[in-house]
């Protein structure tokens, strides 16, 4: 028995990075999983790696509509979700005086929206089977500021403050929400976030972190697993950092 037996899940921005991860060890722990993104390929082709305990559904998780289609595609699948992951997310850099409004509010549709209108569908569910885990992919710059980066903040801080908000609000329904705050992840994001598609030349430098090395994507998947299972029971309206040390304060050689 895993750590998810009987778990239904939805991961959004599931097709790779932090996403893929959390798909993959979930079906390895015991759940069904819904793997949802907008980049189809990517996506149906890990649900068919996966097997069976997942399926692949394009969900834009800043459209009420494609929420309701995730959410008949998962109960008619496997039934209704009793976890959550809402990792779909972009990232994007400019500075303040730049940045175009259109450009600032597709961040927020995308990073905080997004999350509203995931946990908000998720509420009758889980409610209906006795309970459920939300975690929602902050970051830590959902906890600290960061150069350039007015509009990503503003969104990871929205999340921050949503999921204290939604973890009382839905505590009496044994619905728990947590939050988790990853640091440098070498993934594709920061990658294109740099330029490129080549992960290991974006990352080849120090991140500046306590910890000396860049997270990688399984880094976050164990903690989102903890958060998604018993274990993490009486945790709810939590913040939990995976983010090699970086918020714990300055650091001096």
Same mark, same amino acid.
């Given at each position: 028995?895993?750590? %998810?037996?009987? !778990?239904?899940? &939805? ?5 790779? @990075?932090? +996403? #893929?991860? /959390? ?93 509203? %209108?995931?946990? !908000?569908?998720? &509420? ?5 089977? @006795?309970? +459920? #885990?939300? /975690? ?108 090699? +040390? ?8």
């Amino acid at each position: 028995m895993g750590r %998810l037996a009987g !778990r239904i899940a &939805i991961v959004t921005g599931g097709a790779r @990075g932090i +996403g #893929a991860s /959390v798909g993959r060890l979930f079906v390895k722990e015991g759940a069904r999983v819904l793997i949802t993104d907008v980049r189809d390929e990517l996506g149906g082709t890990l649900a068919r790696e996966l097997g069976p305990n997942a399926v692949y559904q394009h969900l834009d998780v800043g459209l009420e509509s494609d929420w309701a289609a995730a959410h008949d595609v998962v109960r008619r699948r496997f039934g209704p979700p009793t976890v959550l992951v809402n990792n779909a997310g972009i990232f994007r850099t400019a500075p303040i005086e730049s940045l175009s409004l259109e450009s600032y509010m597709e961040i927020v549709r995308t990073n905080q929206i997004g999350v509203f %209108l995931g946990m !908000r569908s998720c &509420i009758a569910p889980m409610r209906e089977a @006795g309970g +459920g #885990a939300i /975690v929602n992919i902050s970051s830590a710059q959902g906890l600290e500021g960061m150069t350039n980066a007015v509009a990503y903040c503003a969104s990871k801080f929205a999340v921050t403050g949503m999921t204290k908000t939604a973890g009382i609000e839905l505590a009496k329904y044994r619905i728990r929400v947590n939050s988790v705050h990853p640091g440098p992840i070498a993934t594709m994001l920061v990658a294109e976030a740099h330029g490129t598609g080549d992960i290991a030349a974006a990352t080849a430098h120090d991140p500046g972190v306590p910890a000396r090395r860049w997270g990688q994507p399984e880094d976050v998947a164990r903690l989102v697993l903890y958060l998604a299972s018993e274990e993490s029971s009486y945790s709810t309206g939590g913040a939990f950092t995976v983010d090699g +040390g970086l918020t714990a304060g300055l650091m001096y050689e």
